[in-house]
């Protein structure tokens, strides 16, 4: 009898029918499994399979258990490590070796964050500080950097390894390098002692960034009052308020939320002052130098010469966009129409609405969650033969009943990996759209197989109700296919090493994929195999999608100079210790890379949280922009469910992880070596108004 149920509940979910309104909408398994509530279990008595299946984590205890088992191995894997002959057996055991204490620090990292339950998120966090104090003494360990060493310093050993391995076994030596293993006891101590500081700094700053300013509620005029949160006779300020109409309550949250916090400021000046100090005694010129070492770019130098030559680039149209700002003030405020920077954000949006009339709620109706998966399974379907699978979870396996499970599987392949779907906003759940790797791919030896990778992907959607399924403005459509570009990098590679899966490669090369993905969600071949209207079932009108992608270049240059002046600011903070403060640098770097006046007493600077993550990267999301755009012109643009296309892109970028050089990648793409004048062009023609779309509105 059981087993009939389960066949008849499997028949329901393969013709489930979803009423919305008077239309009947047909969903595949993968649509209903977002366009549906999920059934509550009815067994209680189903044995917890722990969250990822991993057993030990059925309960927050279990994080100490698995942590224990992770630690115990690990000493078993630096025995052999240490002591095992130089070769490929060498790389093998460091990768074990990563790959053990990946497996609970990813997972970990990700609860820690993200789990409802406070024991759990707690367990997590001890987990993370446990197994983060082992890695820093294992990247000072001698002993092992010998064994590594011996192998490196042999040419006739390493002119038998196949280019993979090598490149690992580089990238592991790296890792000692920028620890300071080459430095005598006394420096390599220093370097320790810096590491820990920085941790400590990193964490402080980043928990500072987002605090909210207050200020006396009587400095506030009483009508402007309500936009803010109430403390008392206080008011708190913990935003930009950026799309407010008002111009006043955008310069009021702007010059409050911006005031300098003294203790903030040190914090920040000691860190980068300590970033500074251990690049040089590790052997860089700055953190700059260390940080970019691996990276399409290289130096500090070919950024700043990327970020140079692309403002001079966009110079006119930059001045252009602030005169059409500056001129929609004067019409919306004629007593106050000087633009100042809490302007931009909110009138470029005003003139993209007025010109394009892109309100999101015209477009929502057409980007039901379900539909916008069905469209990235055909889309995956048709450019790797590969499909998304709902999956039904099993007890204890995830956090929140809410998440959905996908396998990705392959025509000819099979199952290459997990991914888990956090998309819906809950209590205490962090507002960020973003992507974790919670196990890397590898190639198993004792086991003779591969290890799937597994990930999960978290946005802020509303959940579906009984009248509707979660509709998607185009941003949240555009962000649904930028994280899932980043699980498709970890799912589709098949790289011998964990070390260098996935995402785990360049930070300027790591957002390619993603930002790819982008443009096929702009495409209307792509976005007319999923986009009906959830009530009528019409197709979302093609001049709609049209007017959406042209209303992106409005304001662009300027979009864009905002984000050249974050990245010349982060690189200028990484460089060289200057004799002025953070303040000081800021004011010079908004004069000369972003155009708009500096504001007295504001330090925008210790709201830039990406100087932790990004520190002397920021200017990544660029450079990958502008390698994502020419890909997308030579190799999609034409035909953006090209099978070929899609097989060659899979075979020469998303492959190999971070085990090959960026740079070669995109060449082996490209089929030609790009220059940093090709990245600027192709980030300016991004601009060009398409008239295809002119022609298309003067005729529907």
Same mark, same amino acid.
């Given at each position: 009898?059981?087993?009939?149920?389960?066949?008849?509940?499997?028949?329901?979910?393969?013709?489930?029918?979803?009423?919305? !309104?008077?239309?009947?909408?047909?969903?595949?398994?993968?649509?209903?499994?977002?366009?549906? @509530?999920?059934?509550?279990?009815?067994?209680?008595?189903?044995?917890?399979?722990?969250?990822? !299946?991993?057993?030990?984590?059925?309960?927050?205890?279990?994080?100490?258990?698995?942590?224990?088992?992770?630690?115990?191995?690990?000493? @078993?894997?630096?025995?052999?490590?240490?002591?095992?002959?130089?070769?490929? %057996?060498?790389?093998?055991?460091?990768? $074990?070796?990563?790959?053990?204490?990946?497996?609970?620090?990813?997972?970990?990292?990700?609860?820690?964050?993200?789990?409802?339950?406070?024991?759990?998120?707690?367990?997590?966090?001890?987990?993370?500080?446990?197994?983060?104090?082992?890695? $820093?003494?294992?990247?000072?360990?001698?002993?092992?950097?010998?064994?590594?060493?011996? =192998?490196?310093?042999?040419?006739?050993?390493?002119?038998?390894?196949?280019?993979?391995?090598?490149?690992?076994?580089?990238?592991?030596?790296?890792?000692?390098?920028?620890?300071?293993?080459?430095?005598?006891?006394? *420096?390599?101590?220093?370097?320790?002692?810096?590491?820990?500081?920085?941790?400590? *700094?990193?964490?402080?700053?980043?928990?500072?960034?987002?605090?909210?300013?207050?200020?006396?509620?009587?400095?506030?005029?009483?009508? =402007?009052?309500?936009?803010?949160?109430?403390?008392?006779?206080?008011?708190?300020?913990?935003?930009?308020?950026?799309?407010?109409?008002?111009?006043?309550?955008?310069?009021?949250?702007?010059?409050?939320?911006?005031?300098?916090?003294?203790?903030?400021? $040190?914090?920040? %000046?000691?860190? =980068?002052?300590?970033?500074?100090?251990?690049?040089?005694?590790? !052997?860089?010129?700055?953190?700059?130098?260390?940080?970019?070492?691996?990276?399409?770019?290289?130096?500090?130098?070919?950024?700043?010469?990327?970020?140079?030559?692309?403002?001079?680039?966009?110079?006119?149209?930059?001045?252009?966009?602030?005169?059409?700002?500056?001129?929609?003030? @004067?019409?919306?405020?004629?007593?106050?129409?000087?633009?100042?920077?809490?302007?931009?954000?909110?009138?470029?949006?005003?003139?993209?609405?007025?010109?394009?009339?892109?309100?999101?709620? *015209?477009?929502?109706? &057409?980007?039901?969650?379900?539909?916008?998966?069905?469209?990235?399974?055909?889309?995956?379907?048709?450019?790797?033969?590969?499909?998304?699978?709902?999956?039904?979870?099993?007890?204890?396996?995830?956090?929140?009943?809410?998440?959905?499970? *996908?396998?990705?599987?392959?025509?000819?392949?099979?199952?290459?990996?997990?991914?888990?779907?956090?998309?819906?906003?809950? /209590?205490?759940?962090?507002?960020?759209?973003?992507?974790?790797?919670?196990?890397?791919?590898?190639?198993?030896?004792?086991?003779?197989?591969?290890?799937?990778?597994?990930?999960?992907?978290?946005?802020?959607?509303?959940?579906?109700?009984?009248?509707?399924?979660?509709?998607?403005? /185009?941003?949240?459509?555009?962000?649904?296919?930028?994280?899932?570009?980043?699980?498709?990098?970890?799912?589709?590679?098949?790289?011998?090493?964990?070390?260098?899966?996935?995402?785990?490669?360049?930070?300027?090369?790591?957002?390619?994929?993603?930002?790819?993905?982008?443009?096929?969600?702009?495409?209307?071949?792509?976005?007319?195999?999923?986009?009906?209207?959830?009530?009528?079932?019409?197709?979302?009108?093609?001049?709609?999608?049209?007017? =959406?992608?042209?209303?992106?270049?409005?304001?662009?240059?300027?979009?864009?100079?905002?984000?050249?002046?974050?990245?010349?600011?982060?690189?200028?903070?990484?460089?060289?210790?200057?004799?002025?403060?953070?303040?000081?640098?800021?004011?010079?770097?908004?004069?000369?890379?972003?155009?708009?006046?500096?504001?007295?007493?504001?330090?925008?600077?210790?709201?830039?949280?990406?100087?932790?993550?990004?520190?002397?990267?920021?200017?990544? &999301?660029?450079?990958?922009?502008?390698?994502?755009?020419?890909?997308?012109?030579?190799?999609?643009?034409?035909?953006?469910?090209?099978?070929?296309?899609?097989?060659?892109?899979?075979?020469?970028?998303?492959?190999?992880?971070?085990?090959?050089?960026?740079?070669?990648?995109?060449?082996?793409?490209?089929?030609?070596?790009?220059?940093?004048?090709?990245?600027?062009?192709?980030?300016?023609? %991004?601009?060009?108004?398409?008239?295809?779309?002119?022609?298309?509105?003067?005729?529907?």
């Amino acid at each position: 009898m059981a087993a009939c149920k389960m066949l008849l509940s499997l028949k329901k979910t393969r013709s489930l029918f979803s009423r919305f !309104g008077r239309h009947v909408t047909t969903w595949s398994p993968v649509g209903a499994a977002f366009n549906v @509530k999920p059934h509550k279990r009815l067994d209680i008595v189903e044995k917890t399979v722990g969250l990822f !299946g991993v057993p030990e984590l059925s309960s927050p205890a279990g994080f100490q258990v698995a942590t224990k088992s992770a630690l115990l191995n690990t000493e @078993k894997l630096l025995a052999k490590a240490c002591s095992c002959a130089p070769g490929v %057996e060498t790389v093998n055991t460091f990768d $074990e070796l990563s790959d053990g204490l990946c497996k609970v620090a990813d997972l970990a990292d990700f609860i820690k964050v993200a789990h409802p339950d406070p024991a759990f998120r707690e367990a997590a966090e001890k987990s993370c500080i446990e197994i983060g104090t082992v890695v $820093e003494k294992l990247n000072t360990n001698v002993e092992l950097c010998k064994s590594l060493k011996n =192998l490196l310093d042999s040419p006739e050993i390493v002119a038998k390894l196949d280019p993979d391995t090598r490149r690992v076994a580089e990238l592991f030596m790296f890792d000692f390098e920028i620890s300071g293993i080459h430095l005598d006891d006394k *420096l390599r101590k220093e370097a320790v002692a810096l590491h820990v500081k920085l941790l400590d *700094l990193n964490h402080e700053f980043l928990v500072g960034s987002h605090m909210p300013n207050r200020i006396a509620r009587s400095a506030i005029p009483e009508h =402007l009052q309500l936009h803010f949160a109430s403390e008392g006779s206080f008011l708190q300020v913990g935003g930009l308020h950026a799309d407010s109409p008002d111009d006043l309550v955008r310069e009021i949250a702007y010059r409050i939320y911006l005031y300098p916090n003294a203790d903030l400021m $040190e914090c920040l %000046e000691e860190l =980068l002052k300590s970033r500074y100090q251990l690049a040089k005694l590790v !052997g860089y010129e700055s953190f700059g130098h260390r940080a970019l070492k691996g990276t399409m770019a290289k130096t500090p130098e070919t950024v700043m010469n990327f970020l140079q030559l692309l403002t001079e680039k966009l110079s006119e149209r930059t001045a252009k966009d602030f005169k059409m700002m500056s001129n929609m003030k @004067k019409k919306l405020n004629p007593r106050n129409a000087e633009l100042m920077p809490w302007d931009h954000p909110f009138l470029s949006g005003v003139i993209r609405a007025e010109r394009y009339n892109i309100e999101p709620s *015209l477009y929502s109706p &057409y980007f039901s969650l379900g539909g916008c998966m069905e469209g990235l399974n055909h889309l995956f379907t048709q450019l790797y033969g590969v499909s998304l699978m709902s999956e039904q979870s099993s007890a204890g396996e995830v956090w929140n009943e809410d998440v959905r499970k *996908l396998a990705v599987v392959h025509e000819t392949e099979g199952l290459l990996g997990y991914i888990y779907c956090d998309f819906f906003n809950r /209590p205490n759940k962090p507002h960020q759209d973003c992507h974790f790797t919670i196990r890397g791919g590898r190639w198993c030896q004792t086991a003779g197989q591969y290890q799937l990778p597994v990930v999960v992907l978290m946005l802020s959607l509303p959940p579906p109700s009984k009248r509707a399924p979660t509709l998607l403005t /185009p941003g949240m459509m555009e962000n649904l296919f930028h994280e899932m570009g980043h699980a498709m990098h970890s799912m589709l590679g098949r790289t011998r090493y964990q070390h260098v899966t996935g995402t785990r490669c360049a930070t300027d090369f790591a957002e390619v994929p993603s930002i790819l993905m982008e443009y096929f969600a702009s495409d209307y071949r792509v976005i007319s195999h999923f986009a009906r209207h959830y009530e009528t079932g019409q197709p979302l009108p093609e001049s709609m999608v049209a007017r =959406l992608c042209e209303s992106k270049k409005v304001c662009g240059a300027a979009d864009t100079q905002l984000q050249i002046f974050y990245a010349a600011l982060d690189q200028v903070y990484h460089g060289r210790p200057q004799n002025r403060s953070s303040t000081d640098i800021l004011m010079e770097m908004q004069q000369k890379f972003y155009g708009l006046p500096y504001t007295p007493n504001t330090a925008w600077q210790l709201r830039f949280s990406h100087l932790v993550g990004y520190g002397a990267k920021y200017y990544s &999301y660029l450079m990958s922009r502008a390698v994502a755009s020419m890909v997308w012109r030579q190799c999609f643009a034409q035909d953006p469910l090209n099978r070929d296309m899609g097989e060659r892109y899979r075979r020469e970028m998303l492959a190999h992880g971070g085990a090959k050089e960026p740079m070669l990648m995109v060449e082996g793409m490209l089929q030609r070596r790009p220059s940093i004048e090709d990245f600027v062009d192709a980030l300016v023609s %991004e601009l060009d108004p398409n008239f295809e779309t002119f022609i298309m509105d003067s005729e529907s």
